[in-house]
């Protein structure tokens, strides 16, 4: 199978699962570049480009059905473009953070199993709003390890939402929103201090990822509250569990 064709399937299967729990792109996507031996400033410029065309299409789909909560969005939205400059910087410097990646894994390890066991519940939770003061210091380490590791943004912000009882719908389609701003920042930080971008990566990831935005939002939309939430926090525990072994194995 040609090298372009896998990147698109795996573009489209990776966004499937970003729009419809508001996470996984960044960081399937990272972790199968690595795995080809892509270098990892070179890995996160390619995911955060291709992520421009999808973050756009998922942001809109899920403003379109209602999943946008705007005293959500701005607060993550300033905290966010400010983290991204500081994690794009720091990743140009920095190449490799192995030992980044495992704390950051670990933690969301951790929040994945409360997650879970908050949701496995029968009663139901009381929605709110955060804080815009929380909202903030939510924002700025989400989009500064998504910048550093290429992949971080929705595994960090959904369930820190989740955790402040959010409303999964609500916490998804924000954090997908917010997430092109996030991305717009960090691709176009990445442009000017990177001497090559490898386009023959990003372009097929964002036409695979750009099939299955818009329908990825109205799972989002129609999953109830107790499902989408439970699967919030597997998705969380696996992805983390992956992480961290296959750092330990290296």
Known sequence: ??????????????????????????????????????????????????????????????????????????????????????????????????????VVAGI??????????????????????????????????????????GGGWGPIATPSLLMSNVDPAKAVGTVNAVEFFVTLTISSVFLVTLPVVDWRIAVPLAVGAAVTAPFAALVTKKMPTRALGTAVGILIILLSARTIALALLR
Do not use: C
């Open 108 to 149: 969301l390890l951790v929040l994945g199993v409360m997650i879970v066991a908050r949701f496995a519940r029968k009663r139901q939770h009381r929605h709110a709003v955060p804080s815009p003061r929380r909202l903030l210091v939510i924002g700025f380490p989400a989009a500064f390890i998504d910048a550093l590791g």
């Open 1 to 102: 199978m040609p090298r372009w064709l896998l990147f698109a399937l795996f573009g489209a299967v990776a966004q499937a699962v970003d729009g419809s729990l508001g996470m996984g792109f960044g960081v399937t996507s990272s972790s199968l570049l690595l795995s080809l031996g892509v270098g990892s400033a070179l890995t996160s410029a390619s995911v955060h480009i291709a992520e421009l065309v999808t973050s756009l299409i998922s942001g809109v789909s899920h403003f379109r059905v209602g999943n946008v909560e705007k005293r959500l969005f701005w607060p993550l939205l300033v905290s966010g473009v400010a983290g991204a400059v500081g994690g794009t910087l720091a990743a140009v410097t920095y190449q490799d953070a192995p030992g980044i990646r495992i």
